[in-house]
């Protein structure tokens, strides 16, 4: 089974046709509510792509907690190690989208920051039987660092999306055997200015020497570089007409995860994951927007074939 520890946020999505500068209103063309957070999207992703998962993280006792409940048993997500905390709210996202796709998002964590380390020592056996851990941002660094050294410990293979990064203690790297930076948070974490494959395989490099065994580092629509293991390599990423990047990179994260769980060989892992990525983009939303494995199948075929 696939363990995601993070975080869940309610998504109120609002598009319209520019964002806001700072001090202004602007009118929206539409609204819509979902679910999201970046660990919870990352597990409805994996699961939406056939693999078994486990979520752990804390969501509020209100609406939006319920809603997070629900999403989980239409995916068939095992929620039984999910605490709901009465001591304040689920973590809510407000994320504003333009016309040509571009985003701004403000989160409000919530029950995600209550999350502890304990919660996470309390969920051994879980994690012990784990095929892998994954890890995001979105709650207490203290608790996210706490979860890696544990899962390496008990020797079971850890992946972090460093989202929103922060800068990372020295002696988690050797900690992690995937790490998943985008461009910012590559350059946040290494000082490497990333734009295109060759920096992002020079910040892929920077990783590897502090201690991850893979650094796979997402260029957008530049694709993803692979660098780890004697080994640096580039995957393009399909063509497509976006109209909404929100949560792309944790529905790439869920796709090559549930990728490698199919026991996927890595690079097939990445390039199933950025063809189910891609597809994502060309519909408003996340959770709504996850394809199936079946649609994401017959896009790889539509993209070896063209
Ligand atoms: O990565 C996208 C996610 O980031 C959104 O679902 C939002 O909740 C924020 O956490």
């Keep these: 089974m696939i363990v995601i520890i993070g975080s869940y ?41 056939g693999a078994p998962v486990r979520f752990i993280g804390r969501i ?41 796709g571009r985003n701004m998002i403000s989160v409000a964590p919530g029950a995600n920051l209550n999350l502890t380390p304990a919660d996470i020592d309390h969920c051994a056996a879980e994690l012990r039987a784990a095929f892998c851990v994954g890890f995001q941002l979105e709650n207490r660094p203290e608790t996210v660092f706490h979860g890696i050294r544990q899962c390496h410990a008990w ?30 948070e590559a350059r946040i974490l290494t000082g490497i200015e990333v734009t295109d494959r060759d920096s992002a395989i020079r910040a892929g490099r920077w990783l590897c020497d502090k201690g991850v065994r ?17 080994r640096e390599s580039h995957f393009p990423a399909p063509k497509v007409d976006a109209i909404d990047t929100t949560g792309a990179g944790d529905i790439f994260a869920g796709a090559f995860l549930a990728g490698l769980h199919r026991h996927a060989p890595m690079d097939e892992a990445i390039r199933f994951a950025s063809f189910a990525a891609a597809l994502a983009t060309t519909k408003i939303g996340v959770v709504n ?9 017959a896009f790889m075929q539509r993209g070896a074939a063209g």
């Design 60 to 100: 509020g006792d209100d609406k939006y907690g319920k809603d997070a409940f629900a999403l989980y048993r239409e995916r068939g997500i095992e929620c039984d190690r999910i605490q709901v905390d009465a001591t304040t709210h689920t973590g809510i996202s407000i994320i504003l989208i333009d016309e040509d």
């Design 214 to 230: 893979h650094a796979l580092v997402t260029l957008g629509e530049l694709g993803a570089v692979l660098v780890g293991e004697g």
């Design 9 to 49: 946020n309610v998504g109120l999505f609002l598009k319209g046709r520019r964002l806001p500068g700072r001090g202004e209103t602007v009118i929206a063309d539409s609204f819509f509510e979902s679910g999201g957070g970046k660990g919870s999207n990352q597990a409805v992703s994996a699961a939406t792509m």
């Design 155 to 184: 020797g079971i293979p850890t992946f972090l999306d460093p989202a929103p990064a922060v800068p990372l203690p020295d002696d988690l790297y050797p900690c992690i055997n995937i790490i998943k930076p985008n461009e910012t």
């Design 289 to 297: 927007a996850i394809p199936t494995l079946a649609e994401v199948g």
